[in-house]
Nanobody, 128 residues
Framework: QVQLVESGGDFVQPGESLRLSCAAS????????IGWFRQAPGKEREGVSC????????YYADSVKGRFTISRDNAKNSVYLQMNSLKPEDSAVYFC?????????????????????WGQGTLVTVSS
């Protein structure tokens, strides 16, 4: 069974850091595009960051550039999102999703409706 499982969400204060993990099972992430998306209550889903597991090419939303870093560990069949300097507006449910080749990391982040494989989400709350 093809599955993505997110973990690492938590309640943190502004300025703190979190590392989210996205573990794949039932398929290998090699050559896939993997993206992190988030959705806050009452808001549309936003593509946060996407990465190509083959060449490491990345895309970041303007709202997280310089604060978030996406990475992959193909040996662990996982993708990570390091989130630093968290802000209250980063609060959301974070999902990861997979896109098979051929893909563009920017296109999959911007136009995520066509993605078929999604995780269940992990909640990030940033508040003082």
């Amino acid at each position: 069974q093809v599955q993505l499982v997110e973990s690492g969400g938590d309640f943190v204060q502004p300025g703190e850091s979190l590392r989210l993990s996205c573990a794949a099972s039932g398929f290998t992430l090699d050559n896939y595009g993997i993206g992190w998306f988030r959705q806050a209550p009452g808001k549309e889903r936003e593509g946060v960051s996407c990465i190509s597991t083959s060449d490491g090419n990345t895309y970041y939303a303007d709202s997280v550039k310089g604060r978030f870093t996406i990475s992959r560990d193909n040996a662990k069949n996982s993708v990570y999102l390091q989130m630093n300097s968290l802000k209250p507006e980063d609060s959301a449910v974070y999902f990861c999703a997979a896109d098979p080749p051929p893909f563009s990391v920017s296109t999959m982040c911007i136009m995520s409706d066509s993605l078929d494989v999604w995780g269940q989400g992990t909640l990030v709350t940033v508040s003082s």
